[in-house]
């Protein structure tokens, strides 16, 4: 909640927010994994050496990547909202006859039903095979074909037989759709946020605006006002007096209570929202007056 609030806060501040109704949250077709998931292992082998690779070119010399360091990079292969799960999310499922096929995209797309069946996918591939996975990339003796191979048909059984054909009348995913910048520097600090053990429930400047307003407005309104007021702009001063000035202050004590992960999240949320100003949304003109 109190993160809400400083979150929140810095979105009022920038003028954002106060817009769209929730957005639902997009989900896997589990029933499409079988079709993708050797291409998943593929794709995750390829990723995994990559990533590895570059870690270990990025060390100072002399030093040596640990194992527990790849441990935790292949917990997060399956994550789209993280570094190392960001191939996911430029990754499309295409329809192709009776395949489907994984097409790789430069850029981060929105993370669809399509990403998180991928999601999915990888996240079946790993399975208990984690760190297996990560011992395999700590020794590094494998060259591409060679860990593939291992990964795919030898550790797991992700490619040892042919995807069944998909049935003809299955209804065709969402298209691939590029992530607006800004939004995508949002989810992953929100995504840290949570792994700091400070998101809570927190998914998207949305439903975070619906919180604080909540928090702020108690319980002389239900959610569906709480929401129309936020979808119609800023309270009023009769339907919520002094709200923003509340938040604020709140978002102040939060800060001054000195807890150096919130003041850490903070600086990441200010220096995000400070970029808000440049970007291409139009910014909304009743919160703005604010
Ligand atoms: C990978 O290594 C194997 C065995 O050393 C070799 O036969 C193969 O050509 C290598 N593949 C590539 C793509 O370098």
Request: contains cysteine; charged residues 30%.
């Amino acid at each position: 909640m109190r993160l809400c609030l400083l979150l929140c806060t810095l979105a009022l501040a920038s003028g954002q927010g106060f817009t769209n109704p929730k957005k639902p949250a997009a989900v896997a077709r589990k029933e499409d994994v079988k079709y993708i998931k050797c291409q998943a292992c593929e794709a995750l082998a390829k990723n995994a050496l990559r990533q590895v690779k570059a870690a270990r070119e990025g060390l100072k010399p002399g030093k040596k990547l640990d194992e527990m360091t790849i441990i935790e990079k292949v917990e997060k292969m399956t994550n789209p909202s993280k570094d190392e799960g960001e191939w996911i999310a430029k990754t499309d499922i295409e329809e192709e006859g009776s395949i489907l096929k994984l097409v790789e995209h430069s850029e981060v797309g929105e993370c669809n039903s399509d990403c998180k069946t991928i999601a999915k996918a990888v996240e079946a591939v790993i399975g208990d095979s984690d760190t297996d996975i990560a011992e395999e990339l700590w020794k590094g003796t494998m060259n591409r074909s060679q860990f593939t191979n291992w990964l795919c048909h030898r550790q797991t059984d992700s490619c040892r037989s042919k995807p069944p054909p998909v049935p003809a009348d299955r209804k065709p995913g969402p298209e691939f759709k590029v992530m607006d910048a800004q939004e995508a520097q949002m989810q992953k600090m929100m995504e840290n946020m949570k792994e700091m053990g400070m998101g809570g429930q927190l998914w998207d400047r949305d439903s975070a605006m619906q919180e604080v307003a909540k928090g702020e407005l108690g319980d002389d309104y239900d959610d569906d006002e709480i929401t129309d007021m936020l979808s119609a702009g800023a309270p009023t001063a009769s339907e919520g007096p002094g709200v923003l000035d509340k938040a604020s202050d709140l978002a102040q004590d939060v800060l001054k209570s000195g807890k150096e992960k919130l003041s850490a999240a903070y600086t990441g949320a200010a220096d995000l929202l400070s970029g808000w100003g440049s970007g291409d949304k139009p910014a909304d003109t009743k919160t703005s007056e604010l």
